[in-house]
């Protein structure tokens, strides 16, 4: 007899309230991890059609069934008994006892999730914020980015979205991992410290880690990171290389700006969100150009220039608005 017959057969022996305790304690285990099984699904439309042979039941029967869902619903354990003895009060046969239970798992599910409430901080351009996430980890937000978290975090890891920028210290935690979900890329850690830049407009994407360790999960690879280490990843070909960094990571909360074989749009991308200007190139020229270069606490007039003479980049400037040509 394969599992699922097993399953099916326990259940029906529970129905019909012939068990053993070994039995019982199978079956609510099976419930728990289950749900949206097809076996359930099969068992509760047998029960569903048997049970319309007690339609014509007697008010004596009905509420005997009441009891014996009741007593049901004591087994279970002790968070999940409260919502289902409400629902105990219309219990009225066998088959809406089996039905009640299975669907529950899904509610609670549901209601856990609807109780959580969430915290979205964002920045605008030219703006950094420092905050503070419930587990005490600190986050740094870079210009033009956004991260959504839990106002508590519930379950067995300490899941946070960003879009953008962020430098994490995260409080250690072995019990309950810390994860961040990125636009191109899902990084998981215990206790460290270390950078993402995952602006969605990017061609470009990395994770610094300053210390500890961290898990980098894309699309097609996984991988793990030590301190001074650093992964980029190309979201256009795919392709990704991991490097050492010995320079400090996260320069840029000081101010640092820091391009290393930067394609020429990323760095225009980057321009925009910290000086808060409008970058475009002049129709018909090819910008295909890597940067390479570092600017600390520079004016956008210093850097333009720094582009000018060093990569042959010419700007026009008029307030906001700068044209980039060869």
């Not at 980098?216 to 050492?244: F, W």
Request: proline residues 2%; neutral net charge.
């Amino acid at each position: 007899m394969n599992d699922i017959s097993k399953e099916k057969r326990i259940l029906r022996r529970y129905v019909d309230d012939l068990y053993t305790g070994d039995e019982a304690s199978q079956l609510f285990d099976h419930l728990q991890e289950a749900s949206g099984s097809e076996w359930l699904d099969e068992v509760a439309a047998e029960l569903w059609e048997e049970s319309t042979a007690y339609a014509s039941s007697t008010h004596l029967e009905r509420e005997q069934a009441k009891k014996e869902a009741r007593q049901l619903l004591k087994r279970i354990e002790h968070k999940k008994r409260t919502w289902l003895q409400r629902i105990s009060v219309a219990v009225a046969g066998v088959a809406a006892v089996v039905l009640m239970v299975w669907g529950g798992f899904h509610y609670i599910d549901n209601l856990n999730e609807q109780s959580v409430n969430f915290t979205e901080v964002a920045t605008s351009f030219g703006e950094k914020k420092q905050l503070t996430l419930p587990d005490g980890t600190k986050l740094v937000l870079n210009s033009c980015s956004r991260v959504r978290y839990p106002h508590r975090f519930t379950g067995d890891t300490r899941q946070v979205e960003l879009k953008g920028q962020g430098y994490f210290q995260v409080a250690r935690n072995e019990a309950m991992p810390f994860v961040v979900h990125a636009d191109k890329m899902k990084i998981r850690v215990l206790g460290t410290r270390f950078d993402i830049k995952s602006y969605a407009t990017d061609e470009l994407v990395s994770v610094s880690v300053e210390s500890g360790k961290v898990q980098v999960d894309l699309p097609e690879a996984m991988m793990r990171l030590t301190a001074r280490e650093q992964v980029v990843i190309n979201t256009l070909s795919g392709e990704y290389s991991k490097r050492k960094e010995e320079r400090e990571i996260a320069g840029w909360i000081k101010g640092s700006l820091r391009f290393n074989s930067t394609p020429i749009r990323d760095v225009a991308s980057e321009l925009e969100r910290i000086y808060n200007c409008r970058i475009t190139f002049a129709p018909g020229q090819e910008m295909k150009g890597l940067i390479s270069g570092e600017h600390d606490n520079q004016s956008l007039e210093s850097v333009l220039k720094s582009l000018e003479y060093v990569n042959g980049i010419k700007y026009k400037k008029e307030g906001r608005n700068i044209l980039l040509y060869k």
